[in-house]
């Protein structure tokens, strides 16, 4: 059982930037792929940006550029670097940590952090 705990969430102006990190326990956090998603309010819960395992990342096209995400292996814990925050990136924020062993996936979901961006 892995658990995930966000923080770094708040209240910012358009054009800022905000650190979110996701720190885990109660598992090989290094054998996780680890997925930052948001949610607006109304909206469905989104991806946003994957980091793999073995380090490669992938983001959605809205925040390529603007965001990046990271992870400390010796620290247990992802990040997700927020720069040139926009109002639409206002959303809770969650971090998923996920693996397949023996064909039996495993998801984990943290509580989520809110992000709200003032234009």
């Known amino acids: 059982q892995v658990q995930l705990v966000e923080s770094g969430g708040g209240l910012v102006q358009a054009g800022g930037s905000l650190r979110l990190s996701c720190a885990a326990s109660g598992g090989r956090f290094s054998t996780y792929h680890m997925r930052w998603f948001r949610q607006a309010p109304g909206l469905e819960r989104d991806i946003v940006a994957t980091?793999?395992?073995?380090?490669?990342?992938y983001y959605i096209d809205s925040v390529k550029g603007r965001f990046t995400i990271s992870r400390d292996n010796a620290k247990n814990t992802v990040y997700l670097q927020m720069n040139s925050l926009k109002p639409e990136d206002t959303a809770v924020y969650y971090c998923k940590a996920d693996r397949v062993v023996a064909g039996i996936s495993y998801d984990y979901w943290g509580q989520g952090t809110q992000v709200t961006v003032s234009s």
């Open positions: 980091i793999t395992k073995t380090g490669d990342t």
